[in-house]
């Protein structure tokens, strides 16, 4: 089992639709999380961090399920500049080092 | 300004070669790495520092050593260049040695080994 799995997509969404991704991470010692979004031929970039509580941002909400093992990015109301890949990213501190593993990406492509 | 700068943008270079890419950050992080990004989009780390030392050491072969002059620059050097390093390689730089930091990436040297 990979350590970090995203369902790489590709999602085609209408504009204005409601989408949502999950992540699923195999090392139950993972303790931080993040969402970054990838533009083609772009460098990454921080969408947003992952709670325990579950977060929001305008119209992204990140949630955590640490008894399934699992984050989730919701996107309302979807633009066509939501177009980009999501990379899932999952941080795993061990005693000297954290161990930083990045989801291989879900493509997201919204249409007009 | 930009906060992580990487050069080249581009490299392409003949099997064998040794190659290196630069990475610089102006915003004073303490913290600095290595990626690879393959062509199915896989991005893994290769190497971390923190404060010009080596703190993180992925299963990468040799050819590749990292150096950091000080903590605002770490560079990669690649020895003996295969087909197989051909990628696009990020440098990333975060506030401190901390897993809730957010990483703040380079635009990325696209590496083509003919």
């Known amino acids: 089992r990979k350590e970090v799995e995203q369902d790489p997509g590709p999602f085609n969404v209408p504009e204005g639709a409601t989408v949502a991704f999950n992540c699923t991470y195999s090392?139950?010692?993972?303790?931080?999380f993040f969402w970054y979004r990838q533009d083609c031929r772009k460098e990454p970039k921080l969408l947003m961090s992952?709670?325990?509580s579950g977060n929001e941002d305008g119209r992204f909400t990140a949630q955590l399920n640490r008894a399934s093992q699992y984050i989730s990015l919701l996107i309302r109301d979807s633009k066509l500049s939501d177009s980009a890949t999501y990379l899932c990213?999952?941080?795993?501190?061990?005693?000297?080092?954290?161990?930083?593993?990045f989801g291989s990406g879900t493509r997201l492509s919204i249409r007009p | 300004d930009t906060a992580v700068s990487q050069t080249p943008k581009y490299l392409v270079t003949q099997m064998g070669n040794d190659k290196s890419i630069k990475c610089e950050q102006n915003?004073?992080?303490?913290?600095m790495y290595w990626y690879k990004q393959d062509s199915k989009k896989f991005l893994k780390i290769m190497f971390s520092y923190n404060n010009k030392e080596l703190i993180i050491n992925e299963t990468v072969p040799n050819r590749f050593s990292p150096k950091s002059p000080d903590k605002a620059h770490l560079n990669l050097h690649i020895n003996s260049l295969e087909l197989g390093d051909s990628a696009v390689y990020f440098c990333a730089s975060a506030d401190r040695l901390s897993s809730y930091n957010e990483q703040f990436f380079g635009p990325g040297t696209r590496l083509t080994v003919l």
């Open positions: 992952v709670y325990s």
């Open positions: 990213v999952v941080n795993t501190k061990y005693s000297s080092a954290s161990k930083i593993i």
């Open positions: 090392n139950s010692a993972s303790q931080s």
């Open positions: 915003l004073g992080h303490d913290t």
